[in-house]
C-alpha cells in the first residue's frame, strides 16, 4: 500500500467523531437516541422534574427500546449527550439565562443545543407537559420540521399540549406593540405591562 495512502488513513482514525451526527430536527434527534445518552436533572430543580425525567425515560424505552435511567447533573459526564430537564434556574447545565427566561406560565420549550435536547418549562407542570411531548415524539408533526419548539397548554391540563415553531431572536420586530412568546426581555417596550386604565386612556376612551 501506497504510503500516502496509509497516512491519510491514519490521520483519519485520529480525527474525533461528534458523539451526536448533525440533525434536521427534534424527531431526527429523538430517534438517535441510544444507551449512551443521559437523562439529567437539575441539582437544584424542583422535584416534579424528576416525574419529568421518568416520562422521558419510560416513553423512550416504549418507543425506542433504549435503556435509560435518570440522573443528577453532579453526576453526569459533561462529554456524554444529554437529555436536559427543568428550569434554567435549577439545571445549570442548560445553556439559557435564569434571571432572563422569557416565557410565561403554560409555556415550555423542547430545542436542540449542540449534541444535547432541553426540554425546560416556566413551571415543574409546563416542563412535564413538554417531556410528554418526547416521550410520546411520533404523534407530534412538527417535531419533524423543527429543531426548537414551544409547548403551549390552553388549559392547565398537564396532557393539553400545543407545538409552534419557537421564534429566533432575529424575528422578533421590536416596537411593533405586540409582545410575542420568548420577547419579554429582547424588547421590554413591546411587553410592558399596563393596566386597562392606562390602556384605556392611551386610547382615548371615556369612562
Known amino acids: 500500500m501506497n504510503k500516502s495512502y496509509l497516512w491519510v488513513f491514519f490521520l483519519i482514525i485520529l480525527i474525533p467523531?461528534?458523539?451526536?451526527?448533525?440533525?434536521?430536527?427534534?424527531?431526527?434527534?429523538?430517534?438517535k437516541i441510544d444507551n449512551q445518552y443521559a437523562v439529567v436533572v437539575g441539582l437544584n430543580g424542583k422535584s416534579g422534574d424528576s416525574f419529568a425525567a421518568t416520562d422521558v425515560v419510560i416513553g423512550l424505552q416504549r418507543q425506542l427500546h433504549v435503556d435509560l435511567e435518570p440522573t443528577i447533573e453532579s453526576l453526569i459526564n459533561p462529554n456524554v449527550n444529554k437529555i436536559l430537564i427543568g428550569h434554567p434556574c435549577g439545571n445549570s447545565l442548560i445553556n439559557m439565562a435564569c434571571e432572563e427566561w422569557p416565557y410565561e406560565n403554560g409555556e415550555a420549550i423542547i430545542k436542540i443545543d449542540g449534541g444535547d435536547l432541553i426540554i425546560a418549562g416556566t413551571t415543574v407542570d409546563d416542563t412535564q407537559r413538554a417531556a410528554k411531548v418526547v416521550a410520546n415524539f411520533k404523534a407530534y408533526p412538527l417535531l419533524k420540521e423543527e429543531k426548537e419548539v414551544l409547548v403551549i397548554s390552553f388549559s392547565g391540563d398537564i396532557d393539553d399540549a400545543t407545538l409552534l415553531p419557537l421564534k429566533k431572536e432575529y424575528q422578533f420586530v421590536c416596537g411593533d406593540g405586540a409582545c410575542d412568546t420568548g420577547e419579554k426581555y429582547l424588547c421590554p417596550i413591546d411587553c410592558e405591562q399596563k393596566s386597562c386604565f392606562l390602556l384605556c386612556q392611551e386610547k382615548e376612551f371615556n369612562a
Not at 467523531?17 to 430517534?31: G, Q, R
Open 17 to 31: 467523531i461528534p458523539a451526536h451526527a448533525a440533525v434536521d430536527s427534534i424527531y431526527d434527534y429523538i430517534k
